[in-house]
């Protein structure tokens, strides 16, 4: 294990857990000793695409722990979050912030509010986009419109 960091943060819905979120999750605990993940709630996913498909917030907390505990990840928190900054402006002690290309403005727009409050930016770990085999990206509103599975592969 490499890792560079004491405490790191990724956040998500984290809906029909699948092969992009896993990549997401295994470098956060990659690269950080202790690892706290914003959770959305059902509130905040109210205007996200096929949002009436989202699995609710206690089916997808349970899936996440299934993943750790499969997987023998144990120093975690998972923490409800309400909007897209969750408490990443709040943890003092919070050093890097794990996230996608696709969600890179996100980690800027929380390092903005720390830094609004006195605290340190996080340092930004990005990872690649994980790809299906339409050649798009694996994302849940493509699983949720039935045009993929969680692995990637067409569903017909």
């Known amino acids: 294990m490499n890792m560079r960091y004491k405490k790191v943060v990724v956040g998500g819905t984290f809906d029909r857990l699948h092969l992009g979120h896993k990549a997401l999750l295994r ?7 202790y690892v706290y993940i914003g959770l959305t709630s059902d509130e905040m996913i109210k205007n996200k695409p096929y949002a009436e498909k989202i699995l609710p917030y206690e089916i ?3 899936d996440l722990i299934k993943f750790f505990e499969v997987n023998g990840y144990r120093n975690y928190r998972i923490i409800k979050i309400n909007n897209a900054i ?12 794990v996230v996608s290309e696709e969600t890179y403005k996100g980690a ?11 605290l340190k930016p996080l340092a930004i770990v990005k990872i690649g986009i994980v790809k299906s085999r339409l050649g798009c990206k694996i994302s ?16 017909r």
Request: aromatic share 6%; net charge positive; no cysteine.
């Open 27 to 33: 470098k956060a605990f990659e690269v950080g000793k």
């Open 86 to 97: 969750g408490f990443a402006d709040k943890l003092k002690s919070l050093e890097a912030i």
């Open 140 to 155: 849940s509103s493509l699983i949720r419109a039935g045009l993929i599975d969680p692995f990637g592969n067409p569903k």
């Open 60 to 62: 997808r907390l349970r």
């Open 108 to 118: 800027l727009i929380v390092n903005k509010a720390r830094e609004e409050k006195g």
